[in-house]
């Protein structure tokens, strides 16, 4: 699904760099485009083949949605101490969404 694999590609150098690296200015830089990406899944669709996954995709897809916001949040507050267990959630959520495809 396009959507997904367009916010996985925000997120992956921010689990796999930003975050092994305490950059947290570069996990606070990314959250516009992060949003952008999560604001494009929302809209998003299922292909019909999946259309009996529905209610599980949008519960997860929203459960996502909640992380970004609280990442976000954390991250406009400048509460260091916290980005990284939101990144945590986020990068969990992510999971849990893109594990209905397999």
């Not at 689990?15 to 929302?42: G, R």
């Not at 529905?54 to 406009?76: I, Q, Y």
Request: aromatic share 8%.
């Amino acid at each position: 699904m396009p959507a997904i694999e367009s916010f996985h590609l925000v997120l992956y150098p921010l689990w796999h760099d930003a975050l092994t690296k305490s950059d947290y200015e570069a996990i606070k830089a990314a959250i516009p485009t992060l949003e952008i990406k999560m604001d494009s899944l929302m809209k998003a669709t299922l292909p019909e083949w999946l259309k009996n996954k529905d209610s599980l995709f949008f519960e997860r897809r929203l459960a996502l949605k909640k992380g970004v916001d609280e990442l976000s949040n954390v991250c406009t507050d400048n509460k260091e101490t916290e980005i990284k267990a939101k990144l945590v959630l986020v990068h969990e959520q992510f999971r849990a969404l893109d594990g209905i495809f397999e």
